[in-house]
């Protein structure tokens, strides 16, 4: 088994909760099937646990399937390699047998962890940084300019915990935020408001709210999809590194 550093290790506990294995499964070069199962510590999308859910951190997959696609599953770890598990061919496939369940792949997304020991990006300059935690954050969901960064939702099991700003002045320019997607790990979203772009705002916020995490003992990870580069080429701006790819089920919408 091999383990790049403590993140990748903390990555695979995490996923390892949420689909129902072992964190070794991420490490070996087969594949793995399980059942879902809501197992304590698992990251806290939806009530409702997902009919199919894949991951891969770049050997083997661990398949989630329940008993309605579980054979489906089963052939998918048979007959393909992990990293083919996630091809266009493959997916689409297995839509054509989610959708008989009533469901398809609603996410695809590819996670990111910072590099350790983490240096952050530092550059700010012409503009202010401001952290908000807790219940102050509430004061910045009266502008709904930021649903990347924000949940905007201050309680439940999975909220908003922080929350980094850059001002112009008296204006926000962006925000970087993050939710306790479970009990060590946040993910960090970002909007930068359309007339800052390109200034470096993006790298700053998400490097400071990267920073602000790891001293509250937080995992911080961060989100996006094969299609938008620029929030790629953010994140390794940033100093993070791609960890794992993940897709799971959503009900059809009537």
Avoid at 103 to 113: R, S
Avoid at 219 to 238: D, E, F, H, M, V
Avoid at 243 to 254: D, F, Q, R, T, Y
Wanted: glycine fraction near 8%; include cysteine.
């Amino acid at each position: 088994m091999l383990i790049r550093n403590e993140m990748e290790l903390a990555a695979a506990k995490q996923l390892a909760a949420d689909l129902n294995c072992s964190p070794d499964d991420f490490f070996k070069a087969a594949n793995t099937l399980t059942v879902p199962k809501k197992n304590e510590g698992r990251r806290l999308f939806t009530d409702e646990l997902p009919v199919f859910r894949a991951a891969t951190m770049g050997m083997g997959t661990v398949i989630c399937a329940a008993n309605e696609v579980k054979p489906y599953g089963a052939m998918l770890a048979a007959e393909r390699s992990g990293a083919e598990i996630f091809e266009a061919s493959s997916v689409a496939a297995l839509n054509r047998e989610l959708f008989t369940n009533k469901c398809c792949i609603g996410h695809l997304n590819q996670y990111y962890l910072p590099k350790t020991p983490y240096r952050s990006y530092a550059r700010h300059e012409g503009y202010t940084l401001r952290v908000f935690e807790g219940e102050d954050i509430s004061q910045l969901y009266r502008d709904e300019s930021f649903k990347n960064a924000l949940l905007y939702r201050s309680e439940g099991a999975r909220r908003d915990i922080l929350a980094v700003c850059a001002f112009n002045g008296l204006r926000i320019m962006g925000i970087a935020g993050a939710s306790n997607d479970s009990p060590t790990m946040a993910q960090i979203g970002i909007d930068v408001l359309p007339g800052f772009r390109g200034m470096g705002v993006g790298a700053a916020l998400v490097t400071a709210c990267t920073a602000e995490l790891l001293g509250m003992g937080y995992i911080p990870y961060y989100g996006t999809w094969s299609g938008n580069i620029a929030s790629q080429r953010l994140a390794a701006k940033c100093g993070y590194v791609p960890a794992w790819c993940e897709m799971s089920s959503v009900p059809l919408k009537n």
